[in-house]
């Protein structure tokens, strides 16, 4: 299930949160948002934990692996706001 957490911002602790693996970021939604994840997830077989779906519902990808969703700032990773905790933790509640 998905929660809220606090996260150092060193590139350490973004990747020891994905597995102690190289870090990937997408930025799927029009939120300044970004999705951290396994940048080799889906290489490693890693589970499959969510999906990504269009304006319409449809899957258009998932995600393998840990990821979390992080805030954006002009220049770098931040805190979500409330509302976009709110959000995301809705959106990714729960698997797939």
């Given at each position: 299930?998905?929660?809220?957490t606090?996260?150092?911002n060193?590139?350490e602790s973004?990747?020891?949160?994905?597995?102690?693996?190289?870090?990937?970021c997408?930025y799927?939604?029009?939120?300044?948002?970004?999705?951290?994840?396994?940048?080799?997830?889906?290489?490693?077989?890693?589970?499959?934990?969510?999906?990504?779906r269009?304006?319409?519902?449809?899957?258009?990808?998932?995600?393998?692996?840990?990821?979390?969703?992080?805030?954006?700032?002009?220049?770098?990773?931040?805190?979500?706001?409330?509302?976009?905790?709110?959000?995301?933790?809705?959106?990714?509640?729960?698997?797939?």
């Amino acid at each position: 299930k998905a929660r809220v957490t606090t996260v150092l911002n060193s590139l350490e602790s973004l990747q020891h949160m994905v597995g102690d693996s190289y870090i990937e970021c997408t930025y799927p939604f029009d939120d300044p948002v970004a999705i951290v994840c396994d940048e080799e997830g889906k290489l490693r077989n890693a589970t499959l934990n969510r999906s990504l779906r269009d304006e319409n519902g449809n899957i258009y990808d998932i995600i393998a692996g840990p990821f979390m969703v992080v805030g954006l700032s002009e220049d770098d990773f931040a805190s979500l706001s409330k509302e976009h905790q709110e959000k995301y933790s809705k959106m990714f509640e729960y698997h797939l």
